[in-house]
Structure formats: C-alpha cells, structure tokens
C-alpha cells in the first residue's frame, strides 16, 4: 500500500491538538516544546527526570506551562500546575485536554 500524506496525521496541522490517533503522544510534544524554547537537547529529556534539572526555574516553567496551553490548546489551573517531572505534566495536560473536547 502506498503511502499517502493525505491520510497521516503526522502532516496534518492540527496533529496533536486534534485527540484522534496522534503520531507524537503528550510527551513527545512536551519535549519538542522544551527543546525549541529553552534548547535543551532532546536526547537528553527524560520522562521522570525533574524539570528543573534541565534548566527551568520557577519562571521557566511557567513559560513552559503558558507554552503548553497555547499549544494544547488548554486552560491548566495555577494551583495544579505544579508537578515533579515532564510524566506528571503530560499526564495533567491529558487530562485537561479530555476535558476541553
């Protein structure tokens, strides 16, 4: 069977936002994000790898967490958002987007 752009969702704009088989699970994204606005290396973030240990401080990961929302398109409450790693943040943002859709 050849292989149709038209059909995957990696190639399509709303990839990720869209809730129906996404090629790049929550963390993945998550990562990408990190490595395009702080420049960490994406070989070296880690699931249960604290996010301070790549370089976010408190300000950090609130940009992170604006970020998040934007991409996700979801609204994560102040008090919620303060999680120990990027499987904690993935799991809050899932949970937020199942109830955005």
Partial sequence: MAFDRKYNPKYSPDAG???QGNVMNTIEQIKQLIVEKFGVKAEEIQAERALSEY???SLGQIELLFAIEEH???SIPEEEA???NLQEL???VDRYKSTAQ
């Fill in 17 to 19: 936002r869209c809730g």
């Fill in 55 to 57: 370089g976010l401080d």
């Fill in 72 to 74: 996700f398109s979801v």
């Fill in 82 to 84: 303060h999680v120990a």
């Fill in 90 to 92: 993935a799991d809050l």
